[in-house]
């Protein structure tokens, strides 16, 4: 009788880091597959918190180690990592280069560790995995290693999102949703913001749901963390404009969210999160200008937003967590040299 294939994903995101994009792609990618392929047995590993001395060096003797306890087949790196030493074949998933470029986007500490460790993740890896075209053409450049293995699979949102009735108590509000990273262009939507409101007759608040311990607070902004699914959801639907100004993204997950719950999008064009939105967004050319025009005109024209609303839901409906998990089933096979 043939054994059911072991595949193991990096469940340290999940773990370290619940609320960002990496433990989001890591949960719905492995609640696909498991869907997608019953019989397969799924894995999600970490290191543990009370790790022993030697099981605490994760990826060259706990993870290694682990991986021939449970018979791994294969492992998946979703966050740019896989094992330093041992025989599991290995695929890796680059989100982004962004920790290339970590002093440009004065990003943490650890993003400087993860920059160091890249190319020898990808040398190792059988695979690399992208969430879209711009990433795989940014590696190509880079890494010569990665050439002749990368594959390309789109995100989605999660079931959670979709139109939600507009709760009463709830006033208009532009809303962001991502971290308090340089790239994400925060402060500028809320200088924005701040000229807009002065304008308008009505009241309404810019609500950032994340934005970073750092965030200074103003008149009509209001942060959110730790906000759930269901909550979150409701956010989008509401909301006159979803804003995402960012510079620089591997995919731009929020967007397909936003766009799943039927709200407005503004986002930058020739950017990762731009190609996401296409043509069903108010893509703008990432100065502060061109997004306070932009901005502007949605709330001030109510058809146009409500055109908006109708190309977000169709273009939603283009990505799918499940042929997500079909892609990346079809590069595992590949790693294993099933095909």
């Keep these: 009788m043939k054994r059911a294939m072991t595949i193991v994903l990096d469940g340290t995101p999940v773990v370290d880091a619940p609320f960002t994009g990496i433990a989001r792609y890591t949960q719905e990618l492995a609640a696909a597959l498991r869907e997608l392929h019953p019989d397969a047995r ?19 003797i706990g993870l290694p180690r682990r991986l021939r306890e449970t018979g791994a087949s294969l492992f998946h790196g979703t966050d740019f990592a896989v094992p330093l030493l041992g025989k599991t074949p290995a695929v890796v998933t680059v989100p982004d280069l962004s920790p290339l470029r970590a002093r440009e986007f004065a990003m943490p500490p650890q993003a400087k560790r993860v920059a160091r460790r890249l190319p020898g993740a990808i040398r ?21 290693a990665a050439r002749q293995k990368i594959a ?4 989605a949102a999660a079931s959670a999102f979709s139109p939600r009735p507009a709760t009463k108590t709830s006033g208009q509000y532009i809303l962001y949703v991502g971290s308090g990273q340089r790239r994400k262009n ?6 924005v913001f701040s000229r807009i409101r ?13 934005g970073g311990s750092q965030m200074a607070l103003q008149s009509g902004v209001k942060q959110m963390r730790g ?13 006159s404009a979803f804003v995402y100004p960012s510079s620089y993204e591997g995919f731009g997950l929020p967007v397909v969210e936003a766009m799943a719950c039927g709200a407005p999008v503004v986002a930058v064009r020739d950017t990762a999160a731009g190609d996401v939105a296409g043509d069903a967004a108010l893509l703008t050319d990432g100065s502060e200008r061109a997004l306070e025009e932009g901005l502007a005109g949605i709330l001030e024209d109510s058809a146009w937003s ?9 273009r939603a409906k283009s990505f799918s967590w499940r042929r997500t998990a079909e892609l990346t089933w079809g590069v595992y096979q590949v790693a294993l040299g099933n095909t």
């Design 42 to 60: 799924l894995l999600l590993e970490s290191c543990p918190q009370e790790a022993s001395l030697i099981e605490g060096r994760w990826w060259s």
């Design 124 to 144: 190792r890896a059988s695979a690399v995995i992208v969430p879209s075209e711009r990433v795989a053409e940014e590696v190509r450049r880079r890494f010569s």
């Design 152 to 155: 390309v699979t789109p995100l």
């Design 186 to 191: 925060l402060d500028m939507l809320v200088r």
């Design 198 to 210: 002065s304008g308008l007759r009505q009241s309404i608040e810019l609500v950032v749901v994340g």
């Design 227 to 239: 906000v759930t699914d269901e909550d979150l959801a409701k956010l989008y639907s509401g909301t």
């Design 306 to 314: 409500g055109e908006l609303r109708k190309k977000s839901l169709a």
